[in-house]
Nanobody
């Protein structure tokens, strides 16, 4: 089992920044691909970003490219999502996920474990 706990969400004005963190425990963190997903009210869950075990392979959804940066610290068992130039349409609950065998980093079904989520609200 892997336990994931997100933090760092909050209320921010458009153009502002947040750093989301996801702390993992329970298994060897470096064995897992880590992803960030989000779900806005009334919408389906959406892939945001993912990072490979070593950090060398990174994906972003087009809507956040150039604004968000994913990173991981395997020594601290933590994955981060630096969200800059936030827009009201970024408002959602953000979830981190861990997968041991991930064929498609953008697919939520490929991940084994999920956190409880952290709310990000961007005001205009």
């Amino acid at each position: 089992q892997v336990q994931l706990v997100e933090s760092g969400g909050g209320l921010v004005q458009a153009g502002g920044s947040l750093r989301l963190s996801c702390a993992a425990s329970g298994r060897t963190f470096s064995n897992y691909v880590m992803g960030w997903f989000r779900q806005a009210p009334g919408k389906e869950r959406e892939f945001v970003s993912a990072i490979s075990r070593s950090g060398t392979n990174i994906n972003y959804v087009d809507s956040v490219k150039g604004r968000f940066t994913i990173s991981r610290d395997n020594a601290k068992n933590t994955v981060y999502l630096h969200a800059n130039s936030l827009k009201p349409e970024d408002t959602a609950v953000y979830y981190c996920a861990a997968g041991s065998v991930v064929s498609r980093m953008t697919s939520g079904g490929a991940y084994d474990y999920w956190g409880q989520g952290t709310q990000v609200t961007v005001s205009s």
